[in-house]
């Protein structure tokens, strides 16, 4: 069992910064593949962002140059650096991973507004 736990949400202005974080509990954090995900309303849950166990990352086209992911092993922390934030980032931000099974975080809201 893996449980996560989103924080940083908020509302920030156009062009703005946030900073996401993900808390996770498990031993076996080091050797997992961590996610990031959003879901706007009226819209299907889209992946954002991934790092794996050895920090290689990948990123969706739609946040490539904007987010950056990272993890602190020694804290079981991932993080999501959010910058040039734009009015369609506006969405619940979910960290995942798979252990095996499938687990979500509860997730936080990040608005986007002038």
């Known amino acids: 069992q893996v449980q996560l736990v989103e924080s940083g949400g908020g509302l920030v202005q156009p062009g703005g910064s946030l900073r996401l974080s993900c808390a996770a509990s498990?031993?076996?954090?080091?050797?997992?593949?961590m996610k990031w995900y959003r879901q706007a309303p009226g819209k299907q849950r889209e992946w954002l962002a991934s790092?794996?166990?050895?920090?290689?990352?990948s990123y969706a086209t739609s946040v490539k140059g904007r987010f950056t992911i990272s993890r602190d092993n020694a804290k079981n922390m991932v993080y999501l650096q959010m910058n040039s934030l734009k009015l369609e980032d506006t969405a619940v931000y979910y960290c995942?991973?798979?252990?095996?099974?499938?687990?979500w975080g509860q997730g936080t809201q990040v608005t986007v507004s002038s």
């Open positions: 498990t031993s076996s954090f080091v050797n997992l593949t």
């Open positions: 790092i794996t166990s050895s920090a290689s990352t």
């Open positions: 995942f991973t798979w252990e095996p099974g499938a687990f």
